[in-house]
């Protein structure tokens, strides 16, 4: 299954690359080359290929979905969660915007018959109220019901998002409840990294980037991660500069982001390590759902920082700066 | 009705002035499936007409005012049928100066109505949220605070300690009163001096106030028997108003629906001319009608115009885009009432295609006479009637659905008095033909004669099929004529075995003499069409690369049809089956009712059992007897004929209503 992955190998050579063609060429003798025949003669807009890419990913989860007991199963379909989180997010903002159907349609991932959400009915909607009126069959429904009061207080759409990102990854707890014994245990401690990482990055675009007070913030934080406490997250909320920031954080993250100089790096760092841990399941028990699980997340951050690799050859990047912005094994290992 | 509608293509060329005539009468008649101008060469070329977009804005304005009026006045917009002609660009004068003055009327004395509504609506939802509050629950020692505040709402349940988190460094309290939900009730208190800290931590928790109003006092009880006093009071002021809007209904109901369908009309005839096509000063309109409908039409148009009008008719047969099967002709279904709804059931397979023989008036008699079979009661047929008369009165959307349960709960009941069951009780009237469990060999036998009928009628259909679109090669093929003679032979012989088990040695070896000829053709039915239809030299057949390859796939292919076509009639002793068990779930219910009845020593329970039971059966059976039915109809029956690959007529209203395919 890891196999199946690039290796630190590959990303050596596709950072070398000066084009898209040539590290589309390169792809094409990697696992990804059933995406890219999707692709025949010239290079394919980037949109377009980025979508594919993550297409590719929902496939793999479906077919690991359909491979592991059924528990497990449940567990594996509840991340792609996210992206129906961030569909719904989409469609949302294109209501709320007045954009068109075809132009909204145009920006979803392409999750096919894995999605619930019932995409026609909630274009159709015309307004926000009415979409969310038009879920009541998925795990958004509630959570959006119970944060209609504050969108409506508030005129914006911030308070329904962060209810949907809520839903999604708190709906992966609801599924480990699921899993028993060591299934349980090395999901849980997966996951709970997970939410973590999500955290702290969250705690970083909401304080610093968007400028939120810490007691909101910390009612948007997530609860159930594996090394951040409640307790904690109120904490690192509360601090103002990186140096406090830093010092507030709990072992094993105090290490991890001993080394950060700023914001940017926090959620890099976590990232990093989160992919270390990752790695480190396939050396454990073979026959357990944190390894499907540790595969598809790994997946996930590899299609990440393609499509970053992509933007960035668009933009004239060099790989060079790039190497900061992703989380990737390089150099025969995990850049931790 | 074995043929769709008989259509011809039109083609109609008008100076623009009388383009919203002629639309006008092209909307009244509606069967017209339209071809796009924008999706042929000209539409290519930019010949497009274009609409009117201020015009088709002031529709829309006009209708949305109309809604609104309807929804005050409680009058559900029926369509209603429109005679008179319609001009788009005078209509919108006309319809809207009448609008004007039913609305000055109707507001006059409803005016009131909306704001008594609305308060209505108002104190309803505040004593929702009274009622949220424990009863004991008492505002008067709230008033008055100089150095705290507090407020009362609801957070999401899993919430309310990330808020305890984010208030830990405040004084504060935060007290849960309740779960209502996945939220929980919550009073937070806090001081004067922290509030806005307060209203933050509240907006990150997804906090949503009750909104008690200001001065409020006494207790939450105390407080809903004032409120639900002033609402019987409101209740009844309503009522009051309610019948000046009874009398406004009765007077302007038709009136306002006609407006409706005028604006509706004229706004679908404005959207319409995107779909034409436009050279200089003339509009060009092409499309499919019946060919019924040409000499109405014509007239019509003729009419509106003056004359200056011209029309060209082409019979499908004459195009050669539709010869060589780039165009397609759309279908349109033309069945009776009690026939129709099937259709739906028809499309779900696949559309026929023009030439094709249009198969849901078979499709419906079979279904019916399947579901009644393997349902037969009385008692639980007349549920399902009355479950899609429910459904036909009440739903306008689903009259179809309605009209199919129908006629399954006629069938099923026409079936419960052959079998002699009501609601599974068999004593109550004799069976006039046989109770399934009596005489289980001879339903195996009828089911099996009933499936070895369904799939002939099929075999003959792809005949027909086959000869109607010159499919001549098929004829001698496994799943042709050649086939169908060798399935009639062997079930006619398994039939007669069957019914008087025997048969005679000579009729045995007819067959297999019979049948290793057919075998013959079947495999060879190939080179035998290319030379006898197609007079080919026989060596040059022989000669041809692949054609002992080709032979082999034919053995296989042979093979395949003839295990196919045992499978298909085995299939239908399903009918049996379901019927069987529809009977012996019914034995598994008087059981129980009988153990229940024993235990308690009462009546009662047996026919609650008895009943439930029922409940279950209806809802259990019924669904898997219609899969059931749908199956062997889709399978064993469409398998066997069925080409699809048609386009469905689409009216001149679908294509251009709001519903409409995007342009």
Known sequence: ?336 | MFRSEKLVRITVQTPEQFISAVTGVIARLKLLHLIRIDETHLGRMGYVAETDGSLLTDYEQFLEALEKLLNLLHVRPDGVSLDEEVIPEKEIFKVRERFQEIRAVVEADLGELATVEAALQEKQALLDRFKILPGEFDFTFLGERHYVRWVIGLVPALGTEKLEESLSERHHAVIELGILQDQAVIMVFGLNKDWETFKRALRGALFEPLDIPEGTSGSVDAAVAILQADIARLQEKVQGLAGRQQVFQRQFRVELLTLREKAIAARQMLAARRLFGKIDKSFLISGWIPERLFAVLEQELSRVTAGQVVIEKVDPEDLREVREGIVKIPILFNNPMLISPFEKLTSLYGTPRYREVEPTIFFALSFLLLFGMMFGDVGQGGVLFLLGYFIFRRSYKYLDYGIILMECGFSSALFGVLYGSVFGLESIFPALWFRPMDNIPYFIKVTLSLGIALISLGLVLNLVNALRLKEYENLLSASGLAGALLYWMAAGLGMKYLLTGQVAPGELSLLGWAAAILLVIMVLHRPLYRLIFKREDPKRIVRQSGFLTGLIESVVEVFDDLIRFVANTVSFLRVAAFALSHAALFTAVFSIARVVAQEKEAGVSYWLVVAVGNVIVIILEGLVVSIQTVRLEYYEFFGKFFRGGGERFRSFDKETGPTARKS
Request: charge should be neutral.
């Open chain 1, 1 to 336: 299954m890891k196999g199946k992955l690039l290796s630190a190998e590959d990303w050596h050579y596709l950072l070398q690359m000066r084009t898209l063609d040539d590290l589309l060429k390169y792809l094409s003798g990697t696992d990804y080359a059933r995406v890219l025949a999707r692709f025949p003669g010239a290079t394919p807009p980037l949109g377009e290929l980025s979508l594919a890419l993550y297409e590719d990913l929902f496939k793999d989860t479906a077919r690991l979905s359909k491979a592991v007991p059924k528990n497990g199963s449940r567990l594996l379909a509840s991340l792609l969660l996210r992206y129906e989180a961030e569909n719904l997010k989409t469609i949302l903002r294109g209501l709320w915007r007045g954009s068109p159907p075809q132009e909204i349609l145009a920006l979803l991932y392409p999750l096919g018959s894995l999605s619930r959400l019932p995409v026609e009915e909630l274009l159709q909607a015309g307004q926000v109220t009415a979409a969310v009126d038009a879920l009541p069959s998925t795990v958004f429904h509630g959570p959006l019901r119970q944060a209609l009061a504050q969108f409506q207080a508030q005129g914006r759409l911030f308070p329904l998002e962060i209810a949907v990102d809520q839903a999604a990854i708190e709906h992966l707890g609801i599924a480990l409840k699921s899993l028993s014994g060591l299934d349980r245990a090395k999901a849980r401690s997966i996951i709970g990294m997970l939410v973590d990482g999500t955290n702290l990055s969250w705690l970083v675009r909401f304080r610093h980037l968007y400028g939120i007070s810490p007691e909101e913030t910390i009612n948007y934080l997530l609860v159930g991660g594996r090394h951040l406490s409640l307790r904690d997250l109120g904490r690192l909320a509360r601090t103002t500069d990186l140096p406090a920031f830093r010092e507030a954080l709990p072992a094993p993250y105090q290490e991890v982001l001993s080394e950060i100089d700023h914001w940017g790096q926090v959620r890099i760092f976590a990232e990093r390590w989160l992919v270390g841990k990752l790695h480190q399941v396939f050396l454990s028990d073979p026959f357990q759902i944190g390894l499907p699980l540790s595969y598809l997340l790994l997946k996930e951050l590899e299609v990440k920082s393609l499509e970053c690799l992509f933007s960035s050859m668009a933009f004239g990047e060099s790989p060079a700066k790039l190497v900061e912005r992703i989380s990737v094994p390089i150099g025969g290992g995990v850049r931790v």
